[in-house]
């Protein structure tokens, strides 16, 4: 079992920068693929950013490459997500997430564990 606490959402202007934070519980955080996913009001929950376990693998959602970057540090059970010019349409509930398969993250989108989620909000 894996417990994730996320961090850092807040309220924002456009352009602006904004890092959120994940904290696991549990001594094989290194073996998780780690993950990003987020949710708009009235919308599905939708794929963001996903790093492997050895940070070798790296998968963004089309709307936010060159804008965020993930990351991770497995000393400290977290992983970090960094938002750059930040855009009104970032708004949502931004849920970190970690599964045992990159492929199954990073490609079809799905996770085992989730956190509770931090809302981000973008103002324009």
């Known amino acids: 079992q894996v417990q994730l606490v996320e961090s850092g959402g807040g309220l924002v202007q456009a352009g602006n920068s904004l890092r959120l934070s994940c904290t696991a519980s549990?001594?094989?955080?290194?073996?998780?693929?780690m993950g990003w996913f987020r949710q708009a009001p009235g919308t599905e929950r939708g794929f963001v950013a996903a790093?492997?376990?050895?940070?070798?693998?790296?998968y963004y959602a089309d709307s936010v490459k060159g804008r965020f970057a993930i990351s991770r540090d497995n000393a400290k059970n977290t992983v970090y997500l960094q938002m750059n010019s930040l855009k009104p349409d970032d708004t949502g509930v931004y849920f970190c997430?970690?599964?045992?398969?990159?492929?199954?993250?990073?490609?079809?989108?799905?996770?085992?564990?989730w956190g509770q989620g931090t809302q981000v909000t973008v103002s324009s």
């Open positions: 997430a970690a599964d045992s398969s990159p492929y199954d993250m990073g490609v079809r989108h799905r996770a085992d564990y």
């Open positions: 790093l492997s376990g050895t940070s070798s693998l790296t």
């Open positions: 549990g001594r094989t955080f290194g073996s998780y693929t």
